[in-house]
């Protein structure tokens, strides 16, 4: 790393710059301060949750010229992108893989800067100091998430290993209505659409976009019961606390999009968007009755519909799920760097990861030749 530049660790962001971080964030709300440091605040992220911040800080003389959201975990979960095999492996061994080092906005698996930084030299300064810190930390590995291209490049510089996953997402071929959106899937897909819309319907379910002065703490307190129910569902705890969503939305470090459905003026289902520039993101959702196709409506068609309605031109559907498919969302490949401190382990990784990349691209290839679209030209990659 250049001499020019220190880089240091912070438990908090109490004593960083706001403005000089979210200079560097690129609007993306993920990786902002107010994000970052509201969920650390309303104990979200928290070392009782195996969660232990420290956000790194690059700087050149005193100007703060890049920085990383880090945080050292003794887990491998709210990642969204699988490591657990490579911990068991570590354990055969009689080695320790926690903790290990992230870089992600954490509980999100949403594309966006990891490296945040005002140029390319500070940005691979910061690729270079992770392996430092990572050696002087004694931490197993370094593993940053859903990574943009530019912090991937300065990352493989750095000696990282690129791991790809897919996702799905809706993109806007200029509709103009839902119906024109429709039109261009095919026949089977447009059919199986419009049932499940009819039986939401015929089950009295009508629906409502909040946001803004609309989404009231109320609206808020209910999506959290369904956030719970989804958990509790899959028999597991959420991660985000009622705190956070309520303070997210009224402080403005999130613009919320609540997909309300109702029935005779009550709740009974939602899902909680975030818009950012002209992409909604699906986060959350939940119900507190079964109806047929409701889970479908909610989360994409009124998020699909809200997106033409308002011209945005990405919704991006969240983690996995090949089924999205069939309501016009495509196959996205995102990345992710790791940096394995023990070279022995970091060889057969290497290996691994080799073909798994190679399968990765097959599935994706595979997945493009059963486009839900009438026409093959749309793809996204």
Not at 26 to 36: A, E
Not at 55 to 70: E, F, M, R, S
Not at 92 to 111: E, M, N, R, W
Not at 351 to 370: G, I, N, S, W
Request: charged residues 15%; aromatic residues 14%.
């Amino acid at each position: 790393m250049n001499t020019a530049y220190t880089l240091t660790a912070t438990d908090t962001l109490e004593e960083v710059d706001p403005a000089a971080w979210q200079a560097m964030a690129q609007d993306n709300p993920f990786v902002s301060y107010g994000y970052l440091r509201l969920l650390q605040d309303t104990g979200c992220v928290h070392p009782r949750h195996g969660w232990y911040a420290q956000y790194l800080l690059l700087h050149d003389g005193d100007t703060l010229v890049g920085a990383a959201p880090c945080f050292f975990k003794t887990h491998s979960w709210g990642e969204f992108v699988f490591d657990q095999g490579w911990a068991q492996v570590f354990a055969q061994h009689g080695l320790d893989y926690y903790p290990k080092i992230l870089i992600a906005s954490p509980f999100t698996p949403v594309q966006g800067p990891r490296l945040l930084a005002v140029n390319a030299p500070a940005r691979q300064a910061l690729a270079q100091g992770l392996r430092q810190f990572c050696e002087q930390s004694q931490a197993s590995s370094v593993h940053t998430l859903f990574a943009l291209q530019e912090d991937l490049q300065a990352l493989q510089h750095a000696g990282f290993m690129v791991r790809e996953g897919v996702q799905f997402h809706w993109k806007n071929a200029g509709y103009d209505s839902t119906d024109s959106f429709l039109s261009q899937l095919s026949q089977d897909k447009r059919k199986k659409i419009r049932q499940d819309s009819k039986y939401v319907a015929a089950a009295g379910i009508t629906y409502r976009w909040l946001e803004g002065e609309q989404l009231q703490p109320a609206h808020l307190t209910f999506f959290y019961t369904c956030y719970i129910n989804t958990y509790a569902a899959h028999h597991s705890q959420p991660y985000v606390t009622e705190s956070f969503f309520q303070q997210a939305h009224a402080q403005g470090v999130l613009h919320c999009v609540l997909v309300l459905a109702e029935r005779d003026g009550q709740p009974v289902a939602c899902a909680l968007n975030v818009r950012a520039g002209d992409t909604l993101y699906g986060r959350y959702w939940g119900t507190t009755e079964f109806a047929r196709g409701l889970h479908f409506e909610t989360c994409y068609m009124q998020s699909i519909a809200y997106c033409i309605a308002h011209g945005l031109q990405v919704f991006e559907g969240g983690a996995q799920g090949e089924h999205k498919m069939a309501r016009g969302l495509l196959p996205v490949t995102t990345y992710s760097a790791h940096y394995v401190a023990d070279a022995r382990f970091a060889h057969a990784i290497a290996d691994f990861l080799e073909r798994e990349t190679a399968a990765v691209d097959d599935y994706v290839e595979q997945l493009q030749a059963v486009s839900p679209f009438k026409a093959a030209g749309l793809k996204l990659i």
